[in-house]
């Protein structure tokens, strides 16, 4: 079992250019969380999908958006890119259990996106 | 609003002596603590979650309602214990699951 990956491990773009990046969930899982993690932060929620929709969503613009697809997997997509936006993406990934809810979210490597 | 709170940055502590990486919450629901640690050029992975009540690499975390901590402890350290440490709270709602996570503390165990 890989555990969680995620493609690319690094990433350059411009201002205002437009990016996707993509999340493999361990095997077994059916749920993808993204984080943003800004250097010298800890990771902030940007959103949840299963059942591939988006189920939560933090305090993030419209610029962000996702989608799951029926295999689980799943894509962040940011539009129009600010410098701002250069951080560590990462991706986890859990399993819902009906009654109990959400288990443990396991992580991936991330993807390092530099806006210049 | 939730929040997790780690006061240090930074900490440093000789081997073989105890440490404590500190962690405080904020939260109006039954929390849910975990800590997290990143070892250098390896993935973010769990350590431990408060729920199990075990001790992962001689590391514990007790839970305090009434002063909303979640402190990490460890007797004695070991240099492979350096790494990066997050407290997360996690919010569970019907609709999904969230981790909120505080900024992290540097812990160096020198020799």
């Known amino acids: 079992d890989a555990g969680v990956t995620q493609s690319p491990t690094h990433l350059i773009k411009t201002r205002g250019q437009q990016v996707t990046l993509r999340c493999s969930p361990k095997s077994g899982h059916d749920t993808v969380s993204w984080y943003q993690q800004a250097l010298g932060q800890g990771p902030q929620f940007i959103f949840q999908y299963y059942e591939e929709e988006e189920r939560q969503r933090g305090n993030f613009p419209d610029r962000f958006s996702g989608h799951q697809f029926p295999n689980y997997s799943s894509e962040l997509n940011v539009n129009a890119l600010l410098l701002g936006d250069s951080a560590l993406y990462l991706c986890?990934?859990?399993?819902?259990?009906?009654?109990?809810?959400?288990?443990?979210?396991?992580f991936g490597p991330g993807t390092r996106l530099l806006v210049l | 609003a939730q929040r997790v709170t780690q006061p240090e940055k930074l900490l440093s502590v000789f081997k073989g002596a105890p440490v404590e990486l500190k962690c405080n919450y904020s939260?109006?629901?039954?929390?849910?603590l975990f800590w997290y640690v990143q070892y250098s050029r390896q993935r973010l992975q769990l350590l431990l979650r408060?729920?199990s009540r075990e001790s992962i690499k001689g590391f514990t975390a007790d839970l305090n309602k009434g002063e909303t901590s979640f402190h990490l402890k460890k007797p004695f350290a070991q240099e492979e214990d350096s790494a990066m440490y997050y407290c997360a709270l996690s919010i569970r709602e019907t609709s999904g699951s969230r981790l909120t996570f505080g900024e992290g503390t540097q812990l160096t165990v020198n020799p």
């Open positions: 408060h729920i």
């Open positions: 939260y109006s629901g039954s929390p849910e």
């Open positions: 986890a990934s859990s399993l819902f259990t009906g009654t109990g809810g959400w288990e443990t979210q396991y």
